[in-house]
């Protein structure tokens, strides 16, 4: 009976996972539209999105559960380092690799994250990197290798600034995890979310002036996509990874939600006319297998 709830929550936490790395993988896109089509400010975009998102959150939790919204004094430090690190940077990173290289690039360096994690997640959660896990980790690096094209020199070097920040956006996205599990022993995953949110609205606001975020909605077209960035790939994607946490170890949430790319780079072909070389195509192949490997 036990083995049957374990191997339930398994496929619960996997379900959930994919979701949310499908609902993630709209986030380039629109990002870029935002930034080319209405010429927003990359971060003026990350705090606008972070910042809806927190407030409705905020809304929905005060009407349908308030004893969510409460939080212990000794944990607001460790939910503002959260949002630091996991929401804010990573957004800096994120929208900066989007506005600079190809969505489908940017999305794929996103995923060194199940390399970061696994290495965090030994210390810090004493998750062990067995055989199933490293080779879905190799799989996965040499996926992200060939989709950057490290075989071509003049292409890194023109890109190398984007590049940057695309592995910075891994860095910081695999460390989601490792807070979010350690939250979870105390709170539920709309609570995490909703103050690693609004800790992260914080500090993006901070890098922002009235007239930059006045500029984000005297634009009526770009106020709805903004709507849609926070409800669907934000709110959406965030909350069905937080709670897929709760019966997954961090690093295999991390290397399942590497579908993403894939995801990504679909809809960056068919909505921005990027395209991929056939051996990027074969690098996201190979993400999946790395994903394959892990369930099996």
Same mark, same amino acid.
């Given at each position: 009976m036990k083995d049957t709830s374990r191997l339930k929550g398994h496929w619960?936490?996997?379900?959930a996972v994919l979701l949310a790395a499908s609902l993630f993988a709209t986030s380039g896109t629109i990002i870029k539209h935002l930034i080319q089509g209405y010429g927003l400010p990359p971060l003026t975009v990350a705090a606008v999105r972070m910042t809806l998102a927190a407030l409705i959150l905020f809304a929905v939790l005060?009407?349908?559960?308030?004893?969510?919204?409460?939080i212990r004094a000794r944990?607001?430090?460790?939910?503002?380092?959260?949002?630091?690190?996991?929401?804010?940077?990573?957004?800096?990173?994120?929208?900066?690799?989007?506005?600079?290289?190809?969505?489908?690039?940017?999305?794929?360096?996103?995923?060194? %994250?199940? /390399?970061?994690? =696994? *290495? +965090?997640?030994?210390?810090?959660?004493?998750?062990?990197?067995?055989?199933?896990?490293?080779?879905?980790?190799?799989l996965t690096a040499a996926g992200v290798a060939l989709i950057v094209r490290i075989f071509d020199a003049q292409f890194l070097s023109l890109n190398r600034v984007g590049l940057l920040w695309g592995l910075g956006s891994g860095v910081t996205y695999g460390l989601y995890g490792i807070f979010g599990r350690r939250a979870l022993?105390?709170?539920?995953?709309?609570?995490?979310?909703?103050? %690693?949110? /609004?800790?992260? =609205? *914080? +500090?993006?606001?901070?890098?922002?002036?009235?007239s930059s975020i006045g500029s984000a909605f005297s634009q009526p077209g770009a106020v709805a996509w903004l709507v849609i960035l926070a409800l669907v790939p934000t709110l959406g994607g965030y909350a069905l990874y937080t709670f897929s946490l709760r019966f997954l170890e961090a690093t295999v949430?991390?290397?399942?939600?590497?579908?993403?790319?894939?995801?990504?780079?679909?809809?960056?072909?068919?909505?921005?006319?990027?395209?991929?070389?056939?051996?990027?195509?074969?690098?996201?192949?190979?993400?999946?297998?790395g994903v394959i490997a892990l369930q099996r």
């Open positions: 619960a936490g996997t379900i005060g009407v349908l559960d308030r004893k969510s919204l409460r944990d607001v430090p460790f939910f503002l380092l959260f949002g630091l690190i996991c929401v804010a940077l990573f957004q800096t990173c994120w929208v900066y690799a989007v506005s600079l290289i190809d969505v489908g690039v940017a999305t794929v360096l996103n995923y060194t %994250a199940p /390399a970061w994690a =696994a *290495l +965090f997640a030994w210390p810090l959660l004493g998750e062990r990197i067995d055989q199933r896990k490293g080779m879905a980790l190799l022993g105390r709170y539920s995953f709309w609570t995490i979310i909703t103050y %690693a949110f /609004a800790a992260g =609205a *914080l +500090f993006l606001l901070a890098t922002q002036s009235a949430a991390a290397i399942l939600a590497t579908v993403e790319p894939v995801m990504a780079a679909l809809w960056a072909a068919i909505f921005l006319g990027e395209s991929l070389t056939w051996l990027q195509i074969i690098g996201g192949g190979l993400v999946l297998a």
